[in-house]
């Protein structure tokens, strides 16, 4: 009974004016999804960013072999000015040296892997985390609605970065009894206490109204036990919003473990990550401007690529959304 898998949407291309053929092909909405999002050339060229450097954090090791990179934690003194001062780029370190003389560029393609890795492994579990209780709140009302809408507002009261830094340092050393281990762990745990709240609210709102959609009443006048409903026609209807808050999630994240990181309470120093590169070149800035310019670079790209995606998610999902 789910609207959105049963409804029929029609469309036509012709001018004001002219003839209207005879007969009109139906489309389903996932091809008129595709047809949508192949007009946005600017999100298509964002989306091929993307899979750009997903390949790149997925690949890391090959591609720094297959380039003859040295390995992103080698420290070569060798590779460093006569005063121990970085050196800029060269044919065999494209984007230089840092001031330990590890090569930038393969801590770049490395950075990829630990930024991507937070921010997919947090949005996957804030959204799952957030649909759930969204979908409990917003279906069941009552005592469910408001305590848990008391547990979004405690958090969302909080400063988040404020929040966040000092559930990192608490978590340092492992938090939840060693449950949470120190490392990428506790970054991912702390993104995600963090940001859960945000879809919770958003998905509370979608389920509000879906709920005294027709489709849903005629469920519950057959006899459609409560689970039946939220999974069967509550949660495909979830889907196309789902996507769309993702893509603007992953941005945010990966900016969220970029600033962590840039503070100090990000992932292991030991593992390349751009905003702990970016921290690491605040203080010889003028003096190696290529240190913090390439992994910023790297940042600026993916995360404007993936709002663009976004944006372009959201108009094929739902034109009249359309910019």
């Known amino acids: 009974m789910s609207t959105g898998a049963s409804e029929t949407l029609l469309e036509s291309e012709q001018a004001p004016g002219a003839e ?161 281990q120190p490392g990428l762990n506790v970054v991912i745990f702390v993104i995600t206490l963090t940001t859960w709240p945000y879809i919770a609210r958003i998905m509370r709102g979608q389920v509000l109204s879906l709920r005294e959609r027709e489709f849903v009443e005629a469920s519950r006048s057959l006899g459609a036990p409560d689970r039946r409903i939220i999974f069967r026609e509550i949660l495909p209807n979830l889907v196309a919003p789902i996507v769309v808050y993702s893509t603007v999630l992953i941005p945010q994240n990966i900016l969220y473990e970029a600033a962590l990181s840039f503070l100090g309470v990000g992932v292991d120093p030991s593992k390349p990550s751009w905003g702990a590169m970016i921290s690491d070149a605040t203080s010889i800035f003028e003096d190696a401007w290529w240190f913090m310019t390439f992994p910023g670079l790297a940042l600026l790209i993916t995360v404007l690529a993936f709002n663009i995606v976004g944006d372009g998610l959201q108009d094929a999902l739902n034109p009249r959304t359309s910019r």
């Open 20 to 180: 209207v053929p005879g007969e009109i092909a139906a489309r389903s909405p996932r091809e008129l999804f595709w047809r949508r999002l192949k007009r946005d050339k600017v999100a298509l060229v964002a989306l091929g960013i993307v899979l750009a450097m997903v390949a790149m954090a997925i690949f890391a090791p090959l591609i720094v072999k297959l380039f003859g990179l040295p390995d992103p934690n080698i420290q070569n003194d060798d590779l460093l000015g006569d005063f121990g001062e970085p050196t800029g780029p060269t044919s065999a370190h494209w984007f230089g040296v840092d001031e330990r003389g590890r090569d930038v560029a393969s801590r770049v393609i490395y950075g990829a892997r630990g930024s991507l890795e937070v921010a997919f492994i947090a949005t996957f579990l804030s959204v799952t985390i957030g649909t759930v209780v969204g979908m409990i709140a917003g279906y069941y009302r009552g005592w469910a609605d408001t305590a848990l809408s008391r547990v979004m507002d405690l958090f969302l009261a909080f400063p988040v970065l404020v929040l966040a830094v000092g559930l990192g340092v608490a978590c340092a050393d492992g938090c939840l009894g060693g449950v949470i």
